[in-house]
């Protein structure tokens, strides 16, 4: 017999597929613009022009795509990663905070995009727990720049890489450090001395860092680390030191002189610098509202909660 299919980790394998970011829009009846984040979204035909994007049944705004004469889709460029946050949340004024325009079919069209396409809407087809929209593209348009990525629950910057070869052609003292997670909590060094509170990191001692020697050092116990993406480059404006962090997951027990640090847990006020509050402050943001699992969110959590309640009562 097939093992039956755990939703968690189907979650995470669908996470793995490297997709753009874009904001799906269009106007209740009495002109209220509505919109949500999507990485769902799929070119589907060229003749006709078709495209798709998939609406999970328990969005607040699926009744007004659904009644609706059709939708726009936005693709975001790197710069509107708070755009892609404020549209994955519930909040009602979404549109405030975001300059935008209406289209000539009269959809919102967010300023400054990478691509926009405005279509009538062609079909739905119910899909499961999810609704997949078809659009007939009746305009659209697109510009030059760096798309936003988003792959395994978090954005990532292909523009941040440009910044890595800018650093690593001025040869100043460079830190290489991994933001590391492993179920909701991160990585950090206490130091014993002073208790401050730093990421992981080597070349703080002027030696020449490199990736793969933090992840042998820190792989050196039971702890296992993969890294994902570039997370944050910068320069250390107190040092001259050019800082350069990735973020990955870990897995096992921590080493001797680090601790996870669940996200209520992170000792803002004992965190080494700025830069480093400011960088993990910007992570946990991210995780909050990028996070693949707050997408899937409430409906898979909760059916994952009923299998665990299911299996836990047949067993008495
Ligand atoms: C990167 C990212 C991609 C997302 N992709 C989708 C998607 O393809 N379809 C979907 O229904 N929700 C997706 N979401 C979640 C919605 O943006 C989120 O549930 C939003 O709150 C829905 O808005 P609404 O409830 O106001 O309709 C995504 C969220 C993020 C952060």
Known sequence: MMSPIDPRKLRNAFGKFATGVTIITTVESNGTPRGFTANSFTSVSLDPPLLLVCIDKSAASLPVFQ??????????VEAQK???GLFASHRADKFNSVPWH?????????????AWFECVSENHVDAGDHVILIGRITDFDYRNAQPLGYAGGGYFNLGLEQSLVDVA???TGII??????????LLLKEDDKTSKVSVPAIGRDGTQPSLPRLVKELSSGDLSVSIDFLFAVY??????????YYRGMASGPALAGTRFFSFDEIPWDRLIDDPTHSMLERY???????????YMGDDIEGKVHALDTKTAGSDT
């Open 102 to 114: 209406s289209g000539r079919l009269g959809m919102p069209l967010i300023d400054d995009v990478l």
């Open 176 to 185: 290489i450090g991994a933001v590391l997670e492993q179920d909701g909590a």
């Open 235 to 244: 320069e250390d404006l107190k040092t001259g030191v050019h800082v350069v």
């Open 82 to 84: 708070n755009a892609a």
């Open 67 to 76: 009644e609706g004469k059709g939708f726009a889709v936005n693709i975001l």
């Open 169 to 171: 052609s001025k040869g």
């Open 284 to 294: 946990v943001r991210e995780f909050k509202y990028g996070n693949f699992a707050i």
